[in-house]
């Protein structure tokens, strides 16, 4: 439950929303806004915007957590979803395997739940990219049918949008995914998870600007997001391939603070550090990388990333050389 209070005084107002779960009355998020009054329908939309970003993750969380307490065949179906979600977002292979474990059993009883299915997509997306499978171009090729049987199941939902924005992000084609994001957006102009996934797109196109306008829209829209690690890592890539190395490599680490799970921020920080000349932080961000992505070379297909321009590529790629990666 959403509760709170309007207060005003001369030309401003404080505003404060707690979210309760009802059940107990315990408290899972609280926050005040004070705010000018001279134009009160931009405030109201202010405030709308915070409170949702605020609460979702809250929302979220404290359904996580309770799911938590039970035992896999004692989860009812949007508690197994819950599960899977958490574990998709902590980035290890063990985790990426229950996700898709879990949100396969949901699906053979609700085959048409567009929302599983989105999970479901991501969670195939990052096995593949970071090889936590033996066979990433089939997990790739069943990530693309299952987020196109998302956007099926329910043409209206931005996450089955941005699953498929995804995959035609790491399919290179990337007009196509800049307009699917952009239709999830008209759809739930409140997910973070499409407009960080938009300046993700932008940022493989080599355009900085918008990049790094999304990417900040989304963690302004959901600050506590378990993806702030992805839109961290966004930011990186988009400030490395406009050769902004003392951003990229703030940025990357500020995605390990994050979750040091994540691989690509150990690989960002590895390279943007190298092109600064820092090879004390070089050797360490490679360091990290090869232990969470074992035995890479610059051949290895687990290093391919959605660059729109190959000169991106090579300049993600000669970071990594100079940092320490052997070519075979």
Not at 63 to 92: C, D, N, V, Y
Not at 297 to 308: C, I, M, Y
């Amino acid at each position: 439950m959403l509760e709170g209070s309007v207060r005003k005084a001369g030309n401003r107002v404080r505003i404060t929303g707690q979210l309760i779960e009802a059940a107990t009355g315990t408290h899972l998020w609280a926050e005040r806004y004070d705010r000018a009054l001279e134009d009160i329908f931009a405030v109201q939309d202010e405030i709308t915007h915070a409170i949702m970003g605020a609460i979702a993750p809250g929302i979220l969380a404290a359904e996580i957590q309770r799911s938590q307490g039970k035992e896999t065949a004692e989860l009812g179906q949007w508690e197994r979803m819950m599960r899977a979600h958490w574990h998709i977002r902590r980035f290890t292979r063990e985790d990426s395997n229950e996700a898709i474990r879990l949100l396969d059993e949901l699906l053979k009883r609700q085959p048409d739940n567009a929302l599983a299915l989105a999970d479901l997509a991501f969670a195939l997306h990052f096995a593949a990219v970071f090889g936590w499978t033996d066979s990433p171009a089939a997990v790739m090729t069943r990530m693309s049918e299952t987020a196109r049987r998302a956007v099926a199941s329910d043409d209206q939902d931005a996450a089955a949008h941005t699953s498929l924005g995804i995959h035609e992000l790491f399919s290179g084609q990337h007009n196509n995914a800049i307009r699917r994001l952009l239709r999830a957006i008209e759809l739930d102009p409140n997910s973070a998870f499409a407009r960080g996934y938009l300046g993700t797109a932008y940022a493989f196109g080599g355009e900085c600007d918008p990049a790094i306008q999304n990417l900040n829209e989304a963690m302004r829209l959901s600050p506590r997001d378990f993806l702030m690690v992805v839109w961290f890592m966004g930011s990186a890539w988009a400030y490395l391939s406009a050769e902004k190395y003392e951003e990229a490599a703030d940025c990357a680490k500020r995605a390990i603070d994050r979750n040091p799970a994540f691989p690509d921020a150990h690989g960002v920080f590895a390279a943007a550090s190298a092109h600064l000349g820092q090879m004390t932080d070089a050797r360490a961000g490679f360091d990290g990388f090869m232990h969470l992505i074992p035995g890479l070379t610059a051949e290895d297909k687990r290093l391919t990333r959605p660059f729109r321009r190959p000169a991106d590529r090579e300049r993600f790629l000669d970071g990594l050389r100079k940092a320490g990666l052997p070519e075979k």
